[in-house]
């Protein structure tokens, strides 16, 4: 069993920075692929940044590209969302999430395609 415990979130103003955490509790292995994944409130939970946790091969939404950056630490089990440039419209609970075998062909933009998650942390940006 896989724990996932984020941390790092906050207020932020427009155009500022910051950066959330996900620790994992289970030893990672060269079939993981770790995820992020926002929700705000009355959408749906979508997809931020993923990373291969063997090679660090990342994957980004879109809306995203060129702000944030999903990195990872393999000695301490902990993947990273560093935010810059943060817009209101990135206020959400964000998610951390694990996809225990990415060799299974899936979508790696997909919710259901991840097997264990975190608990949230809010990040708010104010304009």
């Known amino acids: 069993q896989v724990q996932l415990v984020e941390s790092g979130g906050g207020l932020v103003q427009a155009g500022g920075s910051l950066r959330v955490s996900c620790a994992a509790s289970g030893r990672p292995n060269s079939a993981w692929r770790m995820g992020w994944f926002r929700q705000a409130p009355g959408k749906e939970r979508d997809f931020v940044a993923a990373?291969?946790?063997?090679?660090?091969?990342?994957y980004y939404a879109d809306s995203v590209k060129g702000r944030f950056t999903i990195s990872r630490d393999n000695a301490e089990n902990t993947v990273y969302l560093q935010m810059n440039n943060l817009k209101p419209e990135d206020t959400a609970v964000y998610f951390c999430?694990?996809?225990?075998?990415?060799?299974?062909?899936?979508?790696?933009?997909?919710?259901?395609?991840?097997?264990?998650w975190g608990q949230g942390t809010q990040v708010t940006v104010s304009s």
């Open positions: 990373i291969n946790w063997d090679r660090g091969v990342t």
């Open positions: 999430a694990v996809d225990a075998n990415r060799y299974v062909p899936k979508s790696y933009n997909s919710a259901v395609a991840y097997d264990y």
